[in-house]
């Protein structure tokens, strides 16, 4: 089991920036990748960026250049950068981390925090 506690999140105007981390704690040596994902109302759940345990990343193509995910192995923490928020980046942001096994992904969930970008 991992678990997993986000900080961070609030109320910005647009052009501004917010940070998110996350900790996990737990079996985090079954880890392979972390995350976060946002749901807006009304849509499903995206991935907004990933990092891999070897470091690779990947981000929605909404995001690129705005936000930066990075990790603290020595804190077992995920951090989210959000720069240049936009109105459309109104969500509720998700920490997410997977374990992958042959023929099998488990996900793991953070509790969630709202992210508001007022125009």
């Known amino acids: 089991q991992v678990q997993l506690v986000e900080s961070g999140g609030g109320l910005v105007q647009a052009g501004g920036s917010l940070r998110h981390s996350c900790a996990a704690s737990?079996?985090?040596?079954?880890?392979?990748?972390m995350g976060w994902y946002r749901q807006a109302p009304g849509k499903q759940r995206e991935l907004v960026a990933a990092?891999?345990?070897?470091?690779?990343?990947n981000y929605a193509d909404s995001v690129k250049g705005r936000f930066t995910i990075s990790r603290d192995n020595a804190k077992n923490t995920v951090y989210l950068q959000m720069n240049s928020l936009k109105p459309e980046d109104t969500a509720v942001y998700y920490c997410?981390?997977?374990?992958?096994?042959?023929?099998?992904?488990?996900?793991?969930w953070g509790q969630g925090t709202q992210v508001t970008v007022s125009s």
């Open positions: 997410n981390a997977s374990e992958v096994v042959p023929g099998l992904r488990y996900d793991y």
């Open positions: 737990g079996s985090i040596f079954s880890i392979n990748a």
């Open positions: 990092i891999t345990s070897g470091g690779s990343t």
